[in-house]
């Protein structure tokens, strides 16, 4: 069992940046791979970055990448979801995810555990 919440939402202008956590709880929390998704009002939940158990491979989306860097600290049971050059269509519900597996994973029906979300606001 993982139980995972995330800080670190908030409004920005555009352009700005903003650094997402999300704290997870057990001691297997470094078995699990993880990942953040996010959900604008009135559209699905999207993938947005993954990463794999170890730490040693990642994933992005298009619309993120180059802006958007996923990294973990096992030792603090703590993925983080760097975010720059943010732009108003970045607005969404942030959630992280834990999998069960070894790989990375980008379908959300995947992911076994969520968080409770952390809302991030772009302002243009």
């Known amino acids: 069992q993982v139980q995972l919440v995330e800080s670190g939402g908030g409004l920005v202008q555009a352009g700005g940046s903003l650094r997402l956590s999300c704290a997870g709880s057990?001691?297997?929390?470094?078995?699990?791979?993880m990942g953040w998704f996010r959900q604008a009002p009135g559209k699905e939940r999207e993938f947005v970055a993954a990463?794999?158990?170890?730490?040693?491979?990642?994933y992005y989306a298009d619309s993120v990448k180059g802006r958007f860097t996923i990294s973990r600290d096992n030792a603090k049971n703590t993925v983080y979801l760097q975010m720059n050059s943010l732009k108003p269509e970045d607005t969404a519900v942030y959630y992280c995810?834990?999998?069960?597996?070894?790989?990375?994973?980008?379908?959300?029906?995947?992911?076994?555990?969520w968080g409770q979300g952390t809302q991030v606001t772009v302002s243009s």
């Open positions: 990463i794999r158990w170890s730490g040693g491979s990642t």
């Open positions: 057990g001691r297997t929390f470094s078995s699990y791979a």
């Open positions: 995810a834990a999998a069960y597996r070894i790989v990375l994973i980008t379908v959300k029906e995947e992911y076994n555990y």
